[in-house]
């Protein structure tokens, strides 16, 4: 009897653990949605929001948010964080492939364990968009989706997007790259399920197509330029110059293609076709001066320029080591015009819309309790938080920097090693 008293508390305890509920008290909670901050309270259980209100929520864990911001967490939409250590070391890339090129997926050389993780994680970004290497090529690889909850079985979404770059290039032509493209998709639109359904079937197809043999495009490639135009894989396309968007815009229209423009210094002068046509752009806030002739109309506003066009804007920035300093670039755009909650947007439910990433992004029954409370102002840089969920879960937010301040500051008398 005892036995089964025992065994029946353990079932009560664990069930206990399981439902527990989090409330996240009495701060000024962004959305991620077009509307403005409020003070309120979120509730969650397990992975999920259950209520966002501007009444009281109980819970059976109460996380005081009084005096601070409450956000989604960050989505970072541009970066290499789990294939990338050091840039000047080989050993420590893994954005390329000699062998495959636009169905190459950088998914499964993802590492949960890159020291680039907890430092953005403890900065506040939450999940990120790993691209691979651009290589001149206007279609390189496959993007993937991931959490930075540190799981050693990575939390996320293989090839959300597919990669490629057109401009300057070091030799050979834009008009050659733009060719191919046209060329590749001129292909891919011949496809049907039947043509892929096997590598024998994708070998016989390929025969046929003689830039597959100069290209030496591998079963993956053709699956990933099917799904490029038969199932709207996000097209992730890097330029600059205001006439190469417009080209891009008309493939885009004529094959029906889902893309999204990516550092893209001109758009400014091409705004309203890009708003016609429903494209988001990735910028970087602080890239406004020209590094190329591709990028001579550069400047400091076009993140509200963007913005003021009705274009969903994300940001971007040129380190994935620091890549939470997106904060910083987003806090540039609204000094230079943008709007405060757009520049939120930006930063999460932007991102999460333009690469199809369901349940993520926004503060609202239903979604991913992917949530950051902050200590003060998100977008000044002096800012860090006080709190990251992932999934609900209270992430950890010790770095190995925090770890040598503590050990280096530490007054205790120790052994000389740690002196």
Not at 38 to 48: K, N, Q, V, Y
Not at 369 to 389: G, R, S
Request: glycine residues 6%.
């Amino acid at each position: 009897m005892i036995r089964i008293i025992y065994f029946l508390s353990l079932c009560f305890i664990s069930i206990s653990a399981i439902s527990q509920t989090i409330v996240i008290k009495g701060g000024e909670i962004h959305t991620g949605l077009n509307q403005e901050s409020f003070i309120g309270d979120i509730l969650i259980e397990g992975d999920t929001i259950l209520e966002v209100s501007t009444k009281p929520l109980k819970a059976d864990v109460v996380v005081d948010a009084s005096n601070k911001i409450v956000t989604p967490g960050v989505i970072a939409p541009d970066t290499q964080i789990g294939i990338l250590e050091i840039g000047a070391i080989s050993e420590t890339r893994d954005g390329d492939s000699n062998m495959y090129s636009m169905g190459f997926s950088v998914f499964d050389a993802i590492n949960p364990n890159s020291t680039l993780i907890p430092w953005n994680r403890s900065n506040g970004v939450t999940s990120a968009i790993t691209l691979p290497d651009f290589n001149w090529d206007p279609l390189s690889g496959m993007a993937s989706y991931f959490l930075l909850d540190g799981s050693l079985r990575v939390n996320g979404v293989p090839d959300v997007a597919l990669t490629g770059e057109i401009g300057a290039v070091s030799s050979g032509s834009r008009a050659e790259s733009l060719i191919l493209l046209k060329d590749l998709l001129e292909f891919a639109s011949t496809l049907d399920e039947e043509d892929i359904s096997s590598s024998k079937k994708i070998s016989e197809v390929m025969e046929d197509f003689e830039v597959a043999d100069l290209m030496e495009l591998q079963p993956r490639d053709v699956i990933a330029l099917y799904n490029l135009l038969n199932n709207k894989l996000p097209l992730v396309i890097k330029t600059n110059r205001a006439s190469d968007i417009l080209k891009l815009i008309d493939i885009k229209k004529l094959y029906g293609l889902n893309l999204i423009l990516m550092s893209a210094q001109e758009a400014e002068l091409v705004k309203g076709e890009i708003a016609e046509n429903n494209i988001p752009v990735i910028v970087n806030p602080f890239d406004n001066i020209p590094d190329s002739f591709d990028e001579l109309a550069s400047n400091i506003r076009i993140a509200a320029s963007l913005e003021e066009a009705g274009i969903k804007v994300m940001f971007s920035e040129s380190r994935t080591h620091n890549y939470h300093l997106i904060r910083q670039g987003a806090g540039n755009a609204v000094a230079n015009g943008m709007s405060y909650t757009g520049a939120i947007m930006a930063l999460t439910s932007n991102v999460a819309k333009s690469f199809n990433i369901a349940d993520r992004g926004i503060l609202k029954k239903g979604m991913k309790a992917d949530i950051v409370i902050w200590e003060d102002d998100p977008l000044e840089p002096a800012t860090f938080p006080t709190k990251v969920f992932i999934d609900g879960n209270d992430m950890d937010l010790t770095t190995r920097s925090s770890r040598l301040t503590e050990r280096y500051t530490d007054k205790r008398d120790l052994p000389n090693t740690y002196k």
